[in-house]
Nanobody, 125 residues
Framework: QVQLVESGGGSVQAGGSLRLSCAASGDTYSSYCMGWFRQPPGKEREGVATITSGGVTNYKDSVKGPFTISIDNAKNTLYLQMNSLNPDDTAMYYC???????????????????WGQGTQVTVSS
């Protein structure tokens, strides 16, 4: 089992930045893939960015450039730096992990078996 706790969400104005953190505990050795997902109001959950334990990244096309995913394996912490935020980025953001091996971790929520409780990001215009 892996426990995931997100932090760092909040309210910002368009053009602002936030950094999300996800602290992992438990059987973290089994977390080969980790990622950030989001669920806008009234919409389905979608993949934002993922990373392997070796640092191979995968991004949703619309966030390439402004968003950066990173992992500190020594601290068992996943990060998402979000710059140039716009109102379309408003969503509940979730951290997820899975033990299966992928060359590049998928952006499909159904591929992950461990989830955090989420942190809200609200971007105002």
């Amino acid at each position: 089992q892996v426990q995931l706790v997100e932090s760092g969400g909040g309210s910002v104005q368009a053009g602002g930045s936030l950094r999300l953190s996800c602290a992992a505990s438990g059987d973290t050795y089994s977390s080969y893939c980790m990622g950030w997902f989001r669920q806008p109001p009234g919409k389905e959950r979608e993949g934002v960015a993922t990373i392997t334990s070796g640092g191979v990244t995968n991004y949703k096309d619309s966030v390439k450039g402004p968003f950066t995913i990173s992992i500190d394996n020594a601290k068992n912490t996943l990060y998402l730096q979000m710059n140039s935020l716009n109102p379309d980025d408003t969503a509940m953001y979730y951290c997820a992990a899975d033990s299966r091996y992928f060359l590049r971790c998928p952006l499909v929520p159904g591929s992950y078996n461990f989830w955090g409780q989420g942190t809200q990001v609200t971007v105002s215009s």
